[in-house]
């Protein structure tokens, strides 16, 4: 009984994906999306606003950043006086 049930869970989980994937695909609307699709977009594993992953840059690139733009703002600056 328990086995029956999953896999009716299952097959519902799919049609729903389907359903889902059709409703994304139609061309797109004007306005609002409707409550039940806003949802669905929410429980997407997308990040939120605010927590996205930045790079982290070791402190060797760093330095050699760092070095790169001091001779850009001097040429810039020798430019500037000649």
Do not use: C, F, N
């Not at 799919?14 to 669905?40: C, F, M, S």
């Not at 929410?42 to 060797?60: D, I």
């Amino acid at each position: 009984m328990i086995s029956t049930l999953r896999s009716e869970r299952e097959a519902l989980d799919a049609a729903i994906l389907v359903l889902e994937r059709l409703a994304l695909t139609q061309r797109r609307r004007r306005g609002r999306p409707p409550a039940w699709l806003q949802v669905r977009r929410e429980e997407r594993s997308e990040p939120e606003r605010g927590s996205k992953r930045t790079r982290k840059m070791s402190e060797e690139t760093k330095k050699k950043m760092a070095e790169a733009q001091r001779k850009r703002w001097a040429a810039y600056r020798k430019e500037k006086h000649s």
